[in-house]
């Protein structure tokens, strides 16, 4: 399982690698402590959205284009209203949403020179009947002036770890 997940989040930096080469933000320059700052305000703004049970809200922080991706052990999800449309499924209430918890461990370039940035941490969602705890790692572009999550790699951990 593990090297799934591995396999899975190579696959996913090899494709954000290729699409650095094809895409420029309208910034033009690598992401700096003020914008790392405004991502992790995006991702706190996310936890607080999720548990004021506003899923529309949480969306806010997600690129809306049709090339969004969201990959989980579900599989490949692309689309902002696509996304949108399975968390309404999966957490129809406030009460099936619970309550999340972010932990954000580095946010940083993708790598020397790159225009996007990268976030990584750890979730937990309590109160929930679909409690649990994982990892996430996320892909951002400032777009328009605003930092945006373009891939969003997140998995539940497993339990016999």
């Known amino acids: 399982m593990k090297i799934i997940r591995f396999l899975l989040l190579l696959l996913l930096a090899i494709g954000v690698y290729f699409y650095l080469k094809t895409t420029k933000s309208p910034k033009g320059t690598e992401p700096t402590g003020a914008d790392f700052k405004a991502i992790e305000t995006l991702i706190l703004k996310q936890q607080d959205d999720w548990n004021r049970g506003n899923l529309v809200s949480f969306m806010d922080g997600y690129w809306q284009d049709d090339s969004m991706r969201f990959v989980s052990g579900f599989g490949t999800r692309y689309g902002h209203a696509n996304t949108l449309k399975a968390y309404q499924k999966h957490y129809p209430n406030k009460t099936a949403m619970g309550t999340l918890a972010f932990r954000i461990d580095r946010i940083g370039p993708m790598c ?50």
Do not use: C, M, P
């Open 112 to 161: 020397q020179g790159s225009e996007l940035a990268v976030a990584s941490g750890r979730w937990a969602l309590t109160e929930s009947t679909e409690a649990g705890s994982g990892y996430f790692s996320l892909i951002l572009k400032n777009v328009e002036g605003h930092w945006k999550i373009i891939a969003d790699h997140t998995w539940a951990q497993d339990s016999k770890n």
